[in-house]
């Protein structure tokens, strides 16, 4: 379905055409006092039919950049953006929503296709409609402005503007916070999520001390308060983010148990630009403290750590005892289990994939 180009003379046409519909049906099916009723009355149906009709177009374009077709989101987005704005105008509590949407999915279309300085003028616009909304009905809208903020400071991070960025998630985390006690379920995902990325962020700027604290409480997310098969797809990172900086600061036993689960999701996931970053911390923690790593690796992932923690890089592997899981072939142990390992091998360099365990 396309959208049409709503201009003002075509929805000026289109509501004046109604009003004279209307209220000749008025006069014809219920006498001459029904004329003005129907003149009056016709063009807001029109207008609720309108309405409808492009409520269900809106969700177009982001079907589009979903379908990695940016380009064609764009053009779509482009076709229709001066109805929504005349709309939003004209019927503010229904439109004004809907219009900040689809900002945001322009922005995001603007982003994939590589102009990341043309993106942040609609996602500017799409919060500030949100702060107007949310201060107006804060228990309805204060999410989606949540969520706007979010998706603002990613396209701020996308163009290195990073302190924008950094205060932008700020935000965005203070009011996923407040979410959270009405609905966990709902909101403490996107927290974890927010704190993430705030962290990561404050992590470039070279605060570590601050990154730490904000990824801790993500990982206390993760960790505590969700169960295990509904983690948030940034769960593997949040966690391998949070060991990292456990070791960097020599805190070695409290750095395993995330090391080792994020190390474990990741793997599942093929996220091999989440496990290469946290090779030196898992290293580290072993020679600082190996019986702990061990304990936590095999209370997180039921399996023994991977063969090359045991030697320094460009050192020949001792010869440790250590189960027959973790010999070189272990993880091949069923058709089902070569499949697993072919392709794990195939998004993870050799020797890391050697001991995954057998529930990848």
């Known amino acids: 379905m396309r959208w049409p180009d709503l201009t003002r003379g075509l929805l000026a046409g289109f509501l004046g055409g109604a009003a004279v519909v209307g209220g000749a049906a008025g006069w014809i099916l219920l006498g001459p006092l029904w004329t003005i009723a129907g003149v009056v009355a016709s063009p807001l149906f029109a207008l609720v039919a309108c309405a409808t009709f492009l409520a269900f177009a809106v969700a177009e374009p982001a ?13 779509e987005i482009s076709r229709g953006l001066w109805s929504w ?9 229904q439109f004004r929503q809907p219009l900040a949407d689809i900002l ?5 279309a603007l982003r994939a296709l590589h102009l990341e300085a043309q993106a942040l003028s609609p996602a500017a616009e799409a919060v500030a409609i949100y702060q107007v909304l949310a201060a107006e009905k804060p228990r309805k809208f204060t999410p989606g402005l949540a969520g706007a903020l979010d998706r603002q400071s990613s ?16 935000v965005a985390v203070w009011l996923y916070r407040d979410l959270v006690p009405a609905a966990p379920g709902d909101y403490l995902p996107g927290l974890a999520d927010a704190l993430t990325r705030q962290a990561e962020w ?10 730490l604290a904000t990824v801790s409480e993500a990982a206390d997310i993760c960790q505590d308060r969700l169960p295990r098969d509904e983690l948030p797809p940034c769960a593997a990172q949040t966690l391998l983010l949070t060991g990292r900086l456990l070791a960097g600061q020599a805190r070695y036993r409290e750095a395993a148990r995330p090391l080792a689960r994020g190390w474990l999701l990741a793997a599942r996931r093929g996220r091999q630009d989440l496990i290469a970053p946290a090779i030196p911390a898992v290293r580290a923690a072993y020679r600082a403290d190996d019986a702990a790593l061990r304990a936590a690796w095999r209370a997180e992932t039921s399996g023994e750590p991977p063969d090359w923690i045991y030697r320094l890089p460009g050192s020949p592997a001792p010869r440790l005892a250590r189960p027959d899981r973790c010999a070189i072939h272990s993880c091949i ?10 392709t794990m091998h195939s998004m993870i360099p050799c020797g890391i994939a050697k001991c995954l365990p057998s529930s990848l």
């Open 202 to 211: 404050l992590l470039d700027m070279g605060q570590d001390s601050a990154a």
């Open 85 to 93: 704005r005349y709309l939003a105008r004209i019927w503010p509590s």
């Open 333 to 342: 142990r069923s058709s089902s289990a070569a499949t697993r390992s072919s």
């Open 155 to 170: 396209l701020l991070a996308a163009s290195g503007r990073l302190a924008e960025a950094e205060k932008a998630i700020a």
């Open 63 to 75: 079907t589009h950049l979903q379908n990695h077709e940016p380009q064609r989101a764009l053009a």
């Open 104 to 108: 945001l999915t322009r922005a995001e």
